[in-house]
C-alpha cells in the first residue's frame, strides 16, 4: 500500500513542481515535434534570458567606468578594454554625505513602515478571520475596495493634513514619521486581504484548542495564529519591503532635504544625466542591490505573495 | 514603533472577559470572545486607513470643485484636463499605455510561460525574467535612460539597432569623404553636396588600372590601425585593378593624386566597373585599398564608388525623441512587469488538469487546437486577472515616465501630470480632479475585485 501512495503521491508532484511532464502516451510523430520545438524554444528562451539581463549588466558595467569612458564609449567595450574598471565612481559616491544620508534614511524608511505593516494588518485580519462582530463582512469589502486606490489620490490632502501636524519643533510634513505612516496606511489594505484568507484557512480546531484551554485572544494571536502565519507573513513582508524600499512618488511629496531617502536623493542628481553617470549609475546599482539580495533569498515567499494577492 | 506598543492593552483587557463567556449555543458559539474585543484588534488600522486613505478620498473630491486658490470653479477643473496641449498628449498617452501595456505584457507572460512549460531550466528563466519587478522603477529608469542612449556607440539599444542596419543595408565607410575640387582630378563628384557617388573622370579600359584618391575623411571612419596605401598592381586581361585612399599626408608633404608611402588604403569602399549606366561587375577594397574588378569585358568603364560610402552614418533610432518616448517608455514597462504575468499565468497553467488536455489529444486535436481551445478557456479567468491587475498598474505608472521622460511633456501621463500641476506648479484643484479621475478610472477593478470575492465566498 505504501509504494502505492508515493506512488501516486510521486506522479501527482511532478506536473506541479516543473510543469513539464509530458504526456504519457504520444505518438513518434508528436515526440519529434515536440523535440524540435523544445530545442527552438529553448534557443528562444535563452535569446530572451540575454536581453533581460543586459540592461541591467548595463547599469553595473557603466557604474564601474570613469565618466570619461562612459562619455565616450559604451560599456560594452570593457569586454575588449577591462583596464577600464574602476571603483573610483563608488568610493566618491561613497564619500558624499548626503547620498550615504539618503541611504540610511531608506533603512530608517522601509523597516518601521514593514514592521509596522505586518502587526497592524496581523491584528486586523486575525479580527476579520476569527472574531466575530457586526458588520465584518461590509467592513472587509471595504479594505477590499481599498486595495486598487491610487496613491495619487491622497497626496494632496494627506501633505494639506501632514501640513497642519506641528507638535513643539517637530513637524510632520517632511519628517520620516509622515512617509513611514502614509506608506503603511497604503500597504494596509493589501497585507489585511493576504492575511486574512492565510489565517482563515487555520484549521478552526487549533483555535477552538486553544480558546478552550482558556488562552485569552492576544495570547492565541501571538502563540498561535503569528506563528502558524509564518509563510504569508514573510511574503507580505518582503512585498511591504521592496515596495517601499522602491517607492519614489511618496518621498517626492512628503520626504524634505533631511529626510530624503536613496530615490528622491538619485532623483535630484537627474537633471545632468550625461554628466552625472559616475552619480547615477552606482547610485542606482546600490539602491537595486538589496531589493535584488532580499528577492533572491526569499524568491519563494515573494512569488507566492504575488499569486496570492493577484489570483486567490 | 510605538503603535506596536499600543496594541496591547485593549487585548490583555480581552484576557479576563475571553473566560468569562460561554455560550448561548453551547461551545463553539460560546466560546467566541466578544465582540468589541475585535475593535482593539481593528483600531490601528481603522484609524491608519481612516485618515490616510479614506478620508483624503473625499477630501480629493471635494477639493476637485475648486481652483488652485481655493474659490469655487464647480468642473472647470475637470474640463481642464482635457484642454490645453500639455494636458490632452498627457491624456492621449494614458489612453495608448492602458491599452497597449497590459495587452503586450499578457502575451509576453502567456508566451513565456508556455515556453516554459518544456525546458529545464524553467526555474532560473523565471528568475531572470521575474528579477527587475525586484527592482525600482527609478533604478529601471536610469537603467534603460543608458539603454536608449542616442549615440550608437554608447546607447545598447541604438548599437544593436544600428548593427542589424549595416548588416542588411551596408555599413557606410566614409561619410563626408569625397574628391579634390577643381579641374582634371582623377575623381570626381557625380552631383553636389554630401553624400553623392565619386565617378572616374576619364574611362579606364579592361586590363588597366586606376586611381581614386579621396580626401576630407574624418579621422574617425579610419581604421584603428590603418595600412599604408599601395598602388595595385597591373591587371590580367579581364580585369580592372585600382586603389582608393586617403590623398593626404600627415604633416603636409606628398603628391597630390599619387600614392604616397605614408598615406593610408580606405579599406571597404565598395568599387562598381559601369558601360553604359550599367553595372558590370562590382567589389570592395581590401586593407590597403587595392581592389580588383574581376570578369570584366574588354571594353572602356568608369569606376564608380557609390553614394552608401559617403552618405552619412544611420545613427540608429530617436527613442527619447518626441515620437518614439512613449514606445520606448513602454518597453522597459515591459521588461519590468513581464516576469508578473509570466508567474502568474504559469501558476495557471500548472493547475490546469492534465486530463482535460489528454482527452482533447486522444480526441486527435493539433497541440495548437489544444492551445486554443482548451488551455486558453481554462486560463480566461488568470488572464483577466492579469490583465486588470496591469491596467490598474498602469494607470498608477510615474517613476518610470518621470525618470526615463525626464520632464518631456510629449511623454507625460496623468498620474504624472496630477504631481506636475498639484506639486510643480501649485493648482491642487487641477491636481485632486486628475486624482479623482484616476480614481475613476479604477473603481471597474474595485468593483472587479469586490465581485470576485463575493463569489469566493460562495
Do not use: C
Not at chain 1, 547620498?99 to 534614511?105: E, L, P
Not at chain 1, 514593514?114 to 472587509?140: H, K, N
Not at chain 1, 513643539?168 to 514619521?177: K, L, N, Q
Not at chain 2, 570584366?296 to 552619412?312: E, Q, W
Amino acid at each position: 500500500m505504501s509504494t502505492e501512495d508515493s506512488l501516486t503521491k510521486d506522479s501527482a508532484e511532478v506536473p506541479a513542481a516543473d510543469g513539464a511532464a509530458g504526456a504519457p502516451r504520444r505518438s513518434v510523430a508528436a515526440r519529434v515535434v515536440g523535440r524540435v520545438g523544445g530545442g527552438v524554444a529553448q534557443v528562444v528562451l535563452v535569446l530572451v534570458a540575454l536581453f533581460w539581463l543586459v540592461p541591467t549588466l548595463g547599469l553595473f558595467v557603466a557604474s564601474l567606468r570613469s565618466n570619461q569612458d562612459n562619455g565616450s564609449s559604451g560599456w560594452w567595450t570593457v569586454f575588449s578594454k577591462p583596464s577600464q574598471l574602476t571603483f573610483s565612481s563608488y568610493s566618491s559616491l561613497l564619500g558624499k554625505g548626503d547620498f550615504v544620508d539618503s541611504f540610511w534614511n531608506t533603512v530608517l524608511i522601509t523597516v518601521p513602515a514593514t514592521v509596522l505593516v505586518v502587526v497592524i494588518a496581523s491584528l486586523a485580519a486575525y479580527a476579520f478571520a476569527w472574531l466575530e462582530f457586526p458588520g465584518r463582512d461590509w467592513l472587509f469589502l471595504v479594505v477590499v475596495a481599498l486595495l486598487v486606490v491610487p496613491v495619487q489620490v491622497a497626496l494632496v490632502p494627506v501633505a494639506k493634513l501632514y501640513g497642519e501636524i506641528r507638535v513643539g519643533g517637530f513637524h510632520m510634513f517632511g519628517s520620516i514619521v509622515g512617509v513611514v505612516l502614509f506608506h503603511v496606511a497604503f500597504g494596509l489594505p493589501f497585507a489585511i486581504f493576504l492575511l486574512r484568507n492565510f489565517f482563515a484557512a487555520i484549521p478552526r480546531d487549533l483555535l477552538e484548542a486553544a480558546r478552550m484551554d482558556g488562552g485569552s485572544e492576544w495570547t492565541i494571536f501571538r502563540r498561535v495564529i503569528f506563528p502558524l502565519g509564518g509563510p504569508a507573513i514573510a511574503s507580505l513582508g518582503i512585498f511591504q519591503f521592496l515596495w517601499v524600499w522602491n517607492d519614489l512618488l511618496v518621498s517626492l511629496v512628503f520626504a524634505d532635504t533631511g529626510s530624503q531617502p536613496m530615490t528622491k536623493w538619485l532623483q535630484s542628481q537627474m537633471r545632468q544625466f550625461s554628466g552625472n553617470i559616475d552619480i547615477l549609475a552606482p547610485g542606482a546599482f546600490i539602491s537595486l542591490l538589496v531589493p535584488l539580495v532580499v528577492f533572491f533569498a526569499f524568491q519563494r515567499y515573494f512569488v507566492q505573495g504575488v499569486l496570492a494577492g493577484s489570483v486567490k | 514603533m510605538a503603535r506596536q506598543e499600543d496594541a496591547p492593552p485593549p487585548a490583555a483587557a480581552a484576557d479576563a472577559a475571553a473566560g468569562g463567556r460561554r455560550g448561548r449555543r453551547g461551545g463553539r458559539e460560546g466560546l467566541n470572545p466578544p465582540s468589541w474585543l475585535a475593535g482593539g484588534f481593528l483600531l490601528p488600522a481603522l484609524l491608519l486607513l481612516g485618515f490616510l486613505v479614506v478620508y483624503p478620498i473625499v477630501y480629493s473630491v471635494v477639493r476637485s470643485f475648486f481652483d488652485a486658490s481655493g474659490d469655487f470653479n464647480g468642473l472647470d477643473n475637470y474640463t481642464g484636463v482635457f484642454k490645453g496641449h500639455d494636458n490632452l498628449v498627457a491624456v492621449r498617452n494614458t489612453a495608448v499605455w492602458v491599452v497597449v501595456a497590459p495587452t503586450i505584457v499578457t502575451i509576453i507572460g502567456l508566451l513565456f510561460a508556455v515556453l516554459t512549460e518544456r525546458i529545464r531550466w524553467a526555474t532560473a528563466f523565471k528568475l531572470v525574467v521575474f528579477m527587475p519587478m525586484a527592482i525600482s522603477f527609478l533604478a529601471s529608469g536610469v537603467i534603460f535612460r543608458l539603454v536608449y542612449e542616442q549615440d550608437p556607440d554608447k546607447g545598447v539599444a541604438n548599437a544593436a539597432v544600428v548593427a542589424v542596419h549595416d548588416t542588411f543595408a551596408g555599413k557606410t565607410a566614409y561619410p563626408g569623404a569625397g574628391p579634390r575640387a577643381g579641374q582634371d582630378q582623377p575623381v570626381r563628384a557625380e552631383g553636389s553636396g554630401d553624400g553623392v557617388p565619386v565617378v572616374t573622370t576619364k574611362p579606364v579600359e579592361a586590363g588597366g588600372s586606376a586611381l581614386l584618391p579621396l580626401l576630407r575623411v574624418k579621422p574617425e571612419y579610419l581604421p584603428d590601425k590603418p595600412v599604408p596605401a599601395r598602388t595595385a598592381p597591373a591587371a590580367k586581361p579581364g580585369q580592372i585593378t585600382g586603389t582608393v585612399w586617403f590623398d593626404f599626408t600627415k604633416g603636409g608633404g606628398g603628391t597630390p593624386n599619387a600614392v604616397d608611402p605614408t598615406e593610408s588604403g580606405l579599406p571597404g569602399v565598395t568599387v562598381q566597373a559601369l558601360r553604359g549606366g550599367k553595372v558590370v561587375a562590382s567589389t570592395e577594397t581590401r586593407a590597403d585599398g587595392t581592389f580588383t574588378l574581376a570578369e570584366v569585358p574588354p571594353g572602356s568603364y568608369t569606376l564608380r564608388l557609390p553614394k552608401d560610402n559617403f552618405t552619412a552614418a544611420y545613427g540608429g533610432a530617436e527613442w527619447l525623441g518626441s515620437t518614439l518616448i512613449t514606445p520606448a517608455i513602454i518597453g522597459a514597462y515591459l521588461w519590468v512587469w513581464s516576469g508578473f504575468a509570466m508567474v502568474l499565468i504559469a501558476a495557471g497553467l500548472a493547475a490546469i488538469p492534465r486530463d482535460a488536455l489528454e482527452a482533447a489529444r486522444v480526441d486527435g486535436a493539433t497541440e495548437w487546437q489544444v492551445f486554443r481551445r482548451v488551455t486558453i478557456p481554462l486560463l480566461a479567468p488568470v488572464l483577466a486577472v492579469v490583465l486588470v491587475t496591469l491596467v490598474i498598474n498602469v494607470l498608477k505608472v510615474f517613476d518610470l515616465v518621470f525618470i526615463i521622460g525626464g520632464g518631456d511633456p510629449n511623454a507625460s501621463v496623468l498620474a504624472l501630470q496630477m504631481w506636475t500641476k498639484s506639486f510643480g506648479e501649485g493648482d491642487q484643484g487641477t491636481g485632486s480632479a486628475i486624482a479623482v479621475l484616476l480614481f475613476l478610472l479604477v473603481l471597474p477593478a474595485m468593483l472587479f475585485n469586490i465581485r470576485r470575492l463575493r463569489q469566493e465566498r460562495k
